[in-house]
């Protein structure tokens, strides 16, 4: 019953910003964490960043300092801010959210996942 829909995905030049937004049903994302994850083409499915239940934020080193997580728990809502866009941030992007899990990303047992979006980057 839990369902995450992404979206906000598109063509941006480089340098440009984009946001991304998850909206969550069918659990109570207030006491859970929840990530971002992408897969560029070619290439496996990495962690974007997690935030927690206290509204800490963790980042992969790629993205550090141009992105931004965020959560509205009132509204069920997920987002990531993109700023100064690059080549590489071409990917599909997942939002994810604490489940039964084993393996963890920044502290996060990510369990379930939405379908992606999809974010290309031109020059």
């Known amino acids: 019953q839990v369902q995450l829909v992404e979206s906000g995905g598109g063509s941006v030049q480089a340098g440009g910003s984009l946001t991304l937004s998850c909206s969550a049903s069918?659990?109570?994302?207030?006491?859970?964490?929840m990530a971002w994850f992408r897969r560029a083409p070619g290439q496996r499915r990495e962690i974007v960043a997690v935030?927690?239940?206290?509204?800490?934020?963790y980042y992969a080193d790629s993205v550090k300092g141009r992105f931004t997580i965020s959560r509205d728990n009132a509204k069920n809502t997920l987002s990531l801010q993109m700023n100064d866009l690059k080549l590489e941030d071409t990917a599909l992007y997942y939002c994810?959210?604490?489940?039964?899990?084993?393996?963890?990303?920044?502290?996060?047992?990510?369990?379930?996942w939405g379908e992606g979006t999809q974010v290309t980057v031109s020059s």
């Open positions: 994810a959210a604490q489940g039964k899990s084993i393996t963890y990303f920044f502290g996060c047992p990510v369990g379930y």
């Open positions: 935030i927690d239940t206290r509204h800490s934020t």
């Open positions: 069918g659990y109570t994302y207030s006491s859970a964490c």
